[in-house]
């Protein structure tokens, strides 16, 4: 290695850097490449969490919207269940074991393959099989078997009369050809899918983008928006910003960022409704939270709606149970008023009686437990807390901690834990795992333990009876069930905010849940876009 | 020098045996649960029976000898195993990422030797003088300042207040395609700040060797006999003064790793130190295994790289063996 070698490697490197610099230079404004400049027909959203995997088999898009999978079954705006795959929703038969679905004929795969009765069946038996590693397996416990009886007809047997069992058949249909052919867990399927959906996907850089390309074959109609990305961006701000610069056309956004662009002539903010609760588990097995008095106290020295005044900046609604009070399925009369005399006065009558201190105890027992929360959630942070100021007026000594999940799950039996969780559309999906006593303790199902009798047929009666009313009747006796000895104090349901380009003409959002998946937001239907003449003022 | 390298290969075997043992064994003694992990939030709704069916799937219900005796023999007859948070094969995961992370590095590097090299020689032409020392202290600063704050500040002036370069990706969101000026635009930052904190010590190697040879007799001679100095400094001075550096580069090695590592994550850059990330948190065995012994065969070439330039460079040193 001579002196004369160095220099030159050395010149070399620097032409290289020069090059790249120069190269870098030569695209000012490349930040700005994304939205507003790509035409029309192209819209780039930011959302928060990516999904581990795109294969149906393994879980993803288990709730429908999967843009590049369509299931039997479809869920409109208001949750209404309409055929996809499936030419007419499913005949079910009087005993509500058998559902029989007729299939849409001519659909095609996006490699040109026809979709087809086997791929159905292909689907359900492979999240079927243990050895799939599909974590979701357990919402179609129901299904006994499935089969085709010839290449238009499906037929689902199951084990017990299961009344939301359509709305399960929204998950989405892997080709056998493709998916059939490497191993389910691992195979390039899982990064690459193959789907009847209104998108095809071009490229998934994990931890960046998703980006789809409209499906030109899609049953439905080539949509109007050709090309949609989806960026992953983590951090709010990032994504308030990238949203400013025009590189995004519309984002997820937390309530107090989302109100920076309330003055954005060019954006529109979309506030959906969710099912998406906070809750606190009160453990049957911890002596003061699972004392039903101090239960039925904490439900209404609780302020919900300062909650959502203050910590949501308005985005949601006190909740008093998994059903959202604007829902159908929520049983009118069960709201409670925070009342903090109400409170004491429950807690005196049950010989709670105040300290010193103005805690109270009752047998050598103090009112006091801990509240746990996971680590770095600020919105369960500032419940946790909340909760515990309105529980000390009552006397009630709470103590917020902050714990990972491996921390919290050893000590969910006795210490209490502000959880979150919800799944639209039907009451069966939440109550059955937050209060069937059987589940307690069953994973992260039925956190508090809870136990009683009464719930526990109502939820069954619940989910087995086929009409509408009877479920009605046993879903109202629930959540009178929850006033008299309310197992967890649910607090609030959190609306998701999303602010998008006007372009894109009037939104409109589903009910969401919980997860964030790439279902939810106003792009829930982004197939049926229309970009509307620019320069046509709304209103 | 052919028999050097040879002696270290064979000792990189014990080595990397431990280094995967280890790996194992930290994973299965941390906290994190990888049935907990790869479930994600479907698995706060699975029922427990479910939970258990994943973990014999994923074979993480078996002793930690057996894991590592299987995992490694099947290494050995070239099968890294599956990654269980990327749902793919170990050996894609890696052939995906593995270029960028490169990329990366090899670019970070060039900018802290050259950057380094150059403000080196210039800090030791005048010692005390306003260049060495607003250098110098800036050098001391930025050793103690972690390299991921480095890059969220830069994230914060570049990218939001100034809007001069992109935050974060590999490409704009809008881009299909990875172009060659995308990918240039997207790696100034990150190639930049992973350059600037490995900058210090580069710097302060080259300017005391610089500095040390200035004051030797033969640059003395130099400079009496009525050479420029331009030639005294780049002729004498330099090609002494580059010899400490030069075992840096190798010794280096490993703080790159663990630079790209914070720097990749920061910067949502597609590369494999993100993934490793990935790896350590959600439990992923083979990943983790695969990757550990990517790290550890980096270092220890590293070392071996230093220690043949310095042989190369320095007649008087002997090479081992």
Redesign the interface.
Known sequence: ?T?RS?RGA?AA??V??LS??A??C??PD??K???S??GST?A?V?IAYEP??L?PL??YGKDGNSKIFDGLLALDEELKLQPALASALPDVSADGLTYTYRLRQGVKFSDGKAFGAKDVVFTYRTILD??T?N????EL?AVKDVTAQGEDTVVFTLKYPYAPFAQRTVLPIAPEHIAGKQ?V????F??KPVGTGPYVL??W?????L?F?ANPRYWGGEPEVK?F?M???KDD??RA??LR?G??DGAILPPNLAKGFANDKNKKTYAANSYDYRTVTLPTNNKVAGDTAVRRALDVAVDRQTMVDAILNGSGKPAYGPVPTDSEWFTKGTERTHDLAAAKKILDEAGWTPGKDGIRTKDGVRAAFPLWYVTGDKLRQEHALAYASDAKKAGIDITVEAG????IEPRMKHDAVLAG?G?PADPDFDQY?LLKSS?AG????NMAWYDNKAVDEAIEAGRRSGTKAERKKAYDTVQRELVKNPGYTFLTHIDHIYVVEDRFGPLTTQIEP??HGLASGPWWNVEKWSTKDTGDAKK | MARMTGRRALFAVPVLLTVTFGVFAVAAAS???PV?A??????????????D??RA??GVDQPLPTRWWNWLTSALQGDFG??T?????VADVIAERMGWSVLLAA?AF??A??LGTALGVLAARRPGGWLDRGVSSAAYTLEAAPAFWLGLLA?WLF??KL??????????????TIT???V??H??LPAAVLGISQLPWFFLYVRQGVMDALAEDPVRGARARGLSERTVLLGHGL?SG?LPMLTLIGSRVPELITGALLIETVF?W?GIA?ATV?AATSVDFSLLAALTVLATAAVLLGNLLSDL?YG??DPRVAFDG
Do not use: C
């Not at chain 1, 867990?185 to 390039?188: K, L, P, R, S």
């Not at chain 1, 850089?205 to 983008?209: A, D, L, Q, V, Y």
């Not at chain 1, 990972?404 to 921390?407: A, F, G, L, M, R």
């Not at chain 2, 790869?38 to 939970?51: F, R």
């Open positions: 290695m002196a160095i050395a490197a620097l290289t850097a790249l610099t190269a870098a030569s695209n490349s930040s490449g994304g939205g400049g790509a192209s780039v930011g581990d995997s294969s393994l879980g243990e050895k590693n974590p979701s397996r357990n416990d191993d867990n691992t195979g390039a899982t990064t071009t490229n850089s994990k931890g960046e983008k980006s390309t090309k990305t960026a992953v961006i701000d990032v910003t990238r610069s590189d995004l990972t999940w491996e921390v969780g799944s795992t589940l069953d994973g992260f199902n919980h997860d | 906290p994190f649960d907990k790869y479930a994600g939030t479907a698995g706060l709704t699975a029922s427990q029976e479910n939970l069916q994943l799937n994923l599956d990654s948070v990327m749902r793919q094969p670019s060039v900018i030797i050259l994230i990218a939001l809007d001069l370069l992109p935050a974060g990706g590999l490409t704009d969101a809008g881009s299909e060659f000026g995308q240039a635009s790696l100034v090609r580059m949502s597609p993100a990935q330039l190369l460079a």
